[in-house]
């Protein structure tokens, strides 16, 4: 499959190759949804000569089945098998991704091995926030940024893989992110995006009952829910921000509409971090259903 965005990409990390200075830990740091891991698994394949998504000296580290996170036990086992000779006498290379998962005692146990590399690894994490990351992680790896591409070359890219569609549409629901546009209900997506700008207008308004709503969103595509609400939050901060330009973590919306409610500044972040602490805890016993009421009643003006 050919990512015309990511061409300069690939290029730089072949030439890294080619000249034998393959750091031992790549940090590739993605706008959501911009093909971060689809580098990182190219990468792989780079390093051990093949054409296949599965390989004997390459171990992929992601969140187990419904699980928001990457735990201690996956990291240990990542370490012990990078820590042992290669099977066809290479590279050995480890993708964690998103590598801003990991918990606290995983992040730990990662340290350690990047601290002591054994030869010929390399570790490749991927992530859309690194300031997730523990500032000592972050100082061992070699930082690799990758911007959405502009909108036109997302379409494009959309319509060639997966066929016409409403894609501009799409876009605007989930942000500038094809890789995962690409992977979705083109018609749900737009239908549940609607429905959510909606209701967080009217939140905003203090026009919804935020129970029902709330009851609504926990009952349903509460993940791609959470991300639109992101995603408005986003538009919101960016539209007070004389230069978003520094914003490079915020998120991934590139067209923005001109927001109908204005709210503090402040507040708007502290929402984004309640969004953003809500998806990160989706896997654990919570109630789903008071954690987004919480932050409706917060919402309102």
Not at 76 to 86: D, F
Not at 141 to 166: H, M, N, Y
Not at 265 to 278: H, N, S, T, Y
């Amino acid at each position: 499959m050919s990512v015309p965005w990511l061409d300069k990409a690939m290029a730089a990390l072949r030439a890294a190759f080619e000249a034998d200075r393959m750091p031992h830990a790549l940090l590739i740091h993605e706008a959501p949804g911009s093909g971060g891991e689809w580098l990182a698994n190219w990468t792989a394949r780079l390093l051990l000569g093949t054409d296949k998504d599965q390989h004997p000296d390459w171990i992929s580290v992601r969140p187990i089945d419904d699980s928001r996170q990457i735990r201690i036990e996956q990291i240990r086992e990542l370490g012990q098998e990078l820590s042992l000779t290669s099977h066809q006498g290479g590279y050995k290379v480890g993708v964690i991704s998103p590598a801003d998962v990991l918990n606290r005692f995983a992040a730990n146990a990662l340290l350690k091995t990047l601290e002591e590399p054994s030869a010929r690894t390399v570790l490749i994490l991927v992530v859309t926030q690194p300031s997730r990351l523990p500032a000592t992680i972050l100082s061992r790896c070699q930082r690799f940024g990758i911007s959405a591409p502009e909108r036109s070359q997302a379409v494009a890219w959309l319509e060639s893989t997966r066929g016409k569609g409403d894609w501009n549409a799409v876009l605007d629901i989930v942000g500038e992110a094809p890789m995962l546009a690409a992977e979705a209900d083109a018609e749900a997506v737009v239908q549940v995006g609607t429905e959510v700008r909606r209701g967080l207008e009217e939140a905003a308004a203090g026009t919804a009952d935020p129970v029902a709503t709330a009851e609504r969103w926990a009952r349903a595509e509460l993940p791609l829910r959470l991300r639109c609400f992101e995603n408005w939050l986003t538009e919101r901060i960016r539209g007070q921000t004389a230069s978003p330009a520094f914003l490079t973590e915020v998120g991934a919306v590139t067209y923005l509409q001109r927001p109908q409610t204005v709210l503090n500044i402040r507040e708007l972040f502290e929402l984004l971090d309640g969004v953003r602490d809500l998806k990160s805890a989706l896997d654990t016993p919570i109630n789903r259903g008071l954690a987004l009421e919480t932050l409706f009643r917060r919402l309102k003006r």
